[in-house]
């Protein structure tokens, strides 16, 4: 099982991303998708999650300029991220939590970069 991450790039100040992820390979279910974000020197943190009945959730720093959905089902999610400041510049990375033959596991995408320029 794999997530391929993409959208990442480098916007100015003000811009929009949307950052896309889907899960490929074999799952029984996907329960849950999310995005974190680590900056340099920060640990990681959430950005946004939903979960396989439509709920969402988002940092206090994303809320209200940020859109998680799901894309083509219920294997991909996409983030929208609007006014964006040079403090959401960050390694950018996708997670599911899914369920294959009985096990419930994480997967982490590769990461991708957002730079956000002022």
């Known amino acids: 099982v794999q997530l391929q991450a993409s959208g990442g790039g480098s916007v100015q100040a003000g811009g929009s991303l949307r950052l896309s992820c889907a899960v490929s390979?074999?799952?029984?279910?996907?329960?849950?998708m999310s995005w974190y974000r680590q900056a340099p020197g920060k640990e990681r943190e959430l950005v946004a999650e939903?979960?396989?009945?439509?709920?969402?959730n988002y940092a206090h720093s994303v809320k209200g300029r940020s859109t998680i959905s799901k894309d083509n089902g219920e294997n991909a999610v996409s983030l929208q991220m609007n006014s964006l400041t040079p403090e959401d510049t960050a390694v950018y990375y996708c997670?599911?939590?899914?369920?294959?033959?009985?096990?419930?596991?994480?997967?982490w995408g590769q990461g991708t970069l957002v730079t956000v320029s002022s």
């Open positions: 997670n599911a939590v899914v369920t294959f033959a009985r096990l419930r596991f994480p997967v």
């Open positions: 390979g074999s799952v029984d279910s996907v329960n849950a």
């Open positions: 939903i979960t396989s009945g439509g709920s969402t």
